[in-house]
């Protein structure tokens, strides 16, 4: 962090900017909407281009600095890669790129595991593309070398979460198939894809009752607050903020399963074409 953000204090009632390669940051909104209720926060859901877990680094760096600039230059206060493949392979340039808080999901979600974990035996969950980057072992060790990481990747959870599977035998019938040989040796499993606390209880259900799970979207929620606060950036708005949705691509489904996602409906989505983004 660097001091030129303390610059920016005068600007507290400017909105959070957050972003994802699709749907599953609408986690991360959801809890800065149950934690810091009076903050606008403008989200960008980069649906044309998703996922971006098959995708290369220069690639997703590419993506995730038009969609920054794009937030930017709706004079967000703050922005938030609420994306695990983004965060792994774009926050630190994305740090480096602009005078303001640039903070992504997975670190948020490391010190949380690192206390909560009795023995230091943790599970870490995600796309392929995430737990492939290994971003999660090197963060986890270099926090706490007598850490012992374990790693397993669930690319079906997101499909079966968009398609509104949640509560299928189906879900809980592939969770087992996952996790059935990571859960003997953990005691702490952190969800590395903001997908995967819309099914945190089936992920519960099927792993050891005593395992603590580690909801990375409320962890980082947690770390935004603290920052706004910290830097005294949290809004004094009174009246209930507006929030705006962007989309590169099909807005309608955006809409749908994003109303899901929040538990409320939603209105103020735009779609803007991917290759107008700068």
């Given at each position: 962090?660097?001091?030129?953000?303390?610059?920016?204090?005068?600007?507290?009632?400017?909105?959070?900017?957050?972003?994802?390669?699709?749907?599953?940051?609408?986690?991360?909104?959801?809890?800065?909407?149950?934690?810091?209720?009076?903050?606008?926060?403008?989200?960008?859901?980069?649906?044309?281009?998703?996922?971006?877990?098959?995708?290369?680094?220069?690639?997703?760096?590419?993506?995730?600095?038009?969609?920054?600039?794009?937030?930017?230059?709706?004079?967000?206060?703050?922005?938030?890669?609420?994306?695990?493949?983004?965060?792994?392979?774009?926050?630190?340039?994305?740090?480096?790129?602009?005078?303001?808080?640039?903070?992504?999901?997975?670190?948020?979600?490391?010190?949380?595991?690192?206390?909560?974990?009795?023995?230091?035996?943790?599970?870490?969950?995600?796309?392929?593309?995430?737990?492939?980057?290994?971003?999660?072992?090197?963060?986890?060790?270099?926090?706490?070398?007598?850490?012992?990481?374990?790693?397993?990747?669930?690319?079906?959870?997101?499909?079966?979460?968009?398609?509104?599977?949640e509560a299928s035998p189906i879900t809980e019938m592939v969770a087992r198939e996952y996790l059935q040989k990571l859960s003997p040796q953990i005691d702490t499993l952190i969800l590395g894809c903001t997908h995967y606390p819309i099914i945190k209880n089936v992920i519960q259900k099927v792993v050891d009752g005593n395992i603590r799970i580690i909801d990375t979207a409320v962890e980082t929620a947690n770390q935004v607050r603290q920052i706004l606060t910290q830097y005294a950036l949290l809004s004094d708005l009174q009246k209930p903020p507006k929030h705006q949705y962007y989309v590169s691509d099909l807005p309608q489904k955006f809409e749908e399963i994003a109303e899901r996602f929040l538990g409320e409906p939603i209105v103020n989505v735009e779609r803007v074409h991917s290759e107008d983004l700068f």
């Open positions: 962090m660097t001091n030129q953000w303390l610059k920016i204090n005068s600007k507290r009632n400017l909105p959070i900017g957050v972003f994802d390669s699709g749907l599953g940051g609408l986690t991360v909104v959801k809890q800065l909407i149950r934690q810091l209720p009076r903050e606008q926060i403008i989200y960008f859901g980069d649906t044309a281009r998703v996922p971006y877990g098959n995708k290369s680094a220069e690639t997703v760096q590419k993506f995730s600095l038009q969609i920054a600039n794009f937030l930017a230059a709706r004079g967000v206060k703050m922005i938030v890669v609420a994306c695990n493949t983004a965060s792994s392979f774009a926050l630190e340039m994305l740090q480096t790129r602009f005078d303001l808080p640039v903070i992504g999901v997975i670190e948020p979600g490391v010190r949380s595991a690192l206390v909560a974990s009795p023995g230091k035996k943790i599970g870490v969950i995600g796309t392929t593309g995430t737990i492939n980057s290994g971003k999660y072992i090197h963060l986890l060790l270099a926090a706490d070398s007598s850490a012992e990481v374990f790693t397993q990747a669930c690319p079906l959870f997101v499909p079966l979460v968009e398609e509104g599977w």
